[in-house]
């Protein structure tokens, strides 16, 4: 009997939503990055302020990203009536179920096998910096989640003779969904890419092909472009600035040499060792049985990665797109090196060290914390320390276990694992001391210098920034305000001195849980008029 014709495609998507849900179990465990702090403050200002078409943050204009991610995390707040972190990053793991779910369909397409689609959509999710790039930069998996719904489709779409009204729609909005979400990036990381692969692994009907899609992904650039154009005409000047402060970064911040990405395959994470391999096109490509296909996933890896690299600007997160393919060209050889365990030498050494690499993951968790940490272990840790020596009784032969068994272990304890790595997390700062309860509708809070993005977040509402004229202003008014300085405030600063007010020093305030990053301390002061 066939296991994978039996298998529901329902089911597949429900066990896929359920083990991203699975990820966020401890992710609460996760401190606030600077740029989930500028994301979700912006979402948390749409919501108390209404400035749904003009996000703001900290009160000023914030047109870096373009709003739809912002819109969706504000309304998953809105809808879970609450305002904790949790629930502003849930959106980034529901795209991230998106991309194990249109791997799924998408390998369907290239393999018609329901359990290899499931395998490669395991491979997805469970990327390193797939995963990551939801905590280090929420929005991006937004962009990438969309834009690989919308080449699923134009994937069927250039191998069907007939067009499809729905599925050339579904083009349309997701594309244009990518656009709101990041402008041209997963265009430039994604689409193109797949392009060319697709148009040099399946050279038939190459003008005929152009001339179907290239107008609907036109369209799609061009409705997603929309808030860019109603910008220009309600707000251009600050467009144009930060337009043109984003696009000087690309050639004047974080410049990297062109090779910097050649080591992309680290970032898949426990699937690096067999990624490595996967690349050894040449020497695989005869024993591949979907030859094409296999030719297709690396080309659009590969070809990802060079156009990434001739951009002067680099950054390990901008190298996740290329993991969409990478898991997909993966999946061929992981599937080859199974089938040839037990006949192929070489395919048994890159397993036995693929899976050594997984045990000692698994049973990694138990030891830190009894031995190093001195932490509590959980249940999750006692599961893996069961799980992880299972794989160790298939590598020294024991036969009751088959190699099918021992997939589906180790891929329980790489799931498990990514669900519990947040609890290895230290809090060793002891000076630790959050700025949330000085927030008070009582007493004005103002700042005099460009007041990190966490702190924000903390303090729960935005703090506006002064400089000396408006500071002038305000106390005119001869009413008690609070103040956050970066540094305390001494008779050396003589414009505030000379204010007619008694300030005092009230609190430290350091928000480093685990480092000591200066940016994230700040000292309160009260200003009472004399």
């Known amino acids: ?65 373009p709003p739809l991610p912002t819109w969706i995390s504000a309304i998953s707040t809105l809808i879970a009536g609450t305002k904790t972190l949790y629930f502003f990053r849930i959106p ?18 290239l393999l018609k096998n329901k359990i290899y689609s499931i395998v490669n959509s395991f491979i997805a999710i469970t990327s390193f910096y797939t995963i990551a790039i939801i905590i280090e930069a929420p929005w991006d998996i937004f962009s990438h989640s969309f834009m690989y719904l919308a ?12 067009y499809y009204f729905k599925e050339i729609l579904l083009i349309i909005l997701f594309i244009a969904c990518s656009f ?15 392009l060319i692969s697709y148009f040099i692994s399946y050279p038939i009907s190459i003008g005929k092909k152009l001339a179907r899609i290239l107008p609907i992904i036109i369209a799609g650039i061009l409705i997603g472009s929309s808030w860019y154009i109603m910008l220009l005409f309600q707000d251009s000047e600050n467009l144009i600035s930060t337009t043109r402060k984003e696009t000087l970064n ?56 060079i156009l990434l690299s001739l951009i002067p600007e680099k950054k390990p997160r901008y190298l996740m797109p290329v993991l969409i393919p990478f898991a997909l060209n993966i999946g061929f050889i992981y599937r080859y090196l199974i089938s040839e365990y037990n006949k192929n030498k070489s395919a048994k050494i890159f397993l036995f060290v693929h899976y050594l690499l997984i045990c000692s993951i698994g049973l990694s968790f138990i030891i830190v914390k009894l031995y190093i940490f001195n932490l509590s272990i959980n ?16 590598l020294i032969n024991i036969k009751f276990l088959t190699i099918k068994k021992i997939n ?80 305390p405030i001494t008779t050396k600063d003589t414009l505030i001195n000379k204010l007619n007010y008694t300030i005092e020093l009230i609190s430290k305030h350091d928000l480093n849980s685990t480092s000591k990053k200066s940016r994230l301390i700040t000292y309160y002061h009260l200003f009472t008029p004399n």
């Open 92 to 109: 980034g793991f529901v795209c991230l179920a998106l991309i194990g779910i249109t791997t799924y369909y998408f390998s369907l397409e």
């Open 379 to 394: 249940f999750i840790d006692i599961i893996l320390s069961i799980l992880s020596p299972l794989i160790l009784l298939k």
């Open 180 to 194: 709101l979400s990041k402008g041209p990036v997963s265009v430039y990381a994604l689409l193109i890419p797949f």
């Open 408 to 487: 589906i272990i180790s891929l329980l304890i790489i799931i498990l694992s990514i669900s519990n790595s947040p609890t290895l997390i230290l809090k060793t700062n002891k000076d630790y001391k959050s700025v949330k309860n000085l927030n008070s509708d009582e007493l004005e809070f103002y700042t005099n210098y460009l007041i990190s993005p966490e702190i924000i977040w903390d303090f729960g509402k935005k703090i506006t920034r002064l400089n000396d004229l408006e500071l002038r202003k305000i106390t005119q008014n001869r009413k008690k305000f609070g103040m956050l300085t970066k540094d």
């Open 1 to 65: 009997m066939d296991i994978s014709k039996n298998i529901s495609n329902s089911f597949v998507i429900f066990i896929i939503v359920i083990v991203c849900l699975i990820f966020t179990v401890n992710i609460n465990l996760v401190d606030i990055t600077i740029m989930e702090a500028r994301n979700f403050v912006t979402a948390r200002e749409m919501l108390l302020e209404n400035n749904w078409l003009m996000p703001t943050f900290n009160g000023e204009p914030r047109y870096q990203k």
């Open 250 to 305: 690309w050639t004047n911040y974080n410049i990297r040499p062109f090779y910097y990405y050649w080591s992309f395959f680290i970032q898949s994470g426990v699937w690096a060792i067999i990624g490595l391999i996967s690349l050894s096109y040449p020497y695989y490509k005869h024993k591949i049985k979907s030859y094409k296909e296999y030719k297709f996933t690396f080309l659009w890896t590969v070809i990802g990665v």
């Open 151 to 162: 080449i699923y489709f134009i994937y069927k779409n250039l191998n069907n003779q007939k």
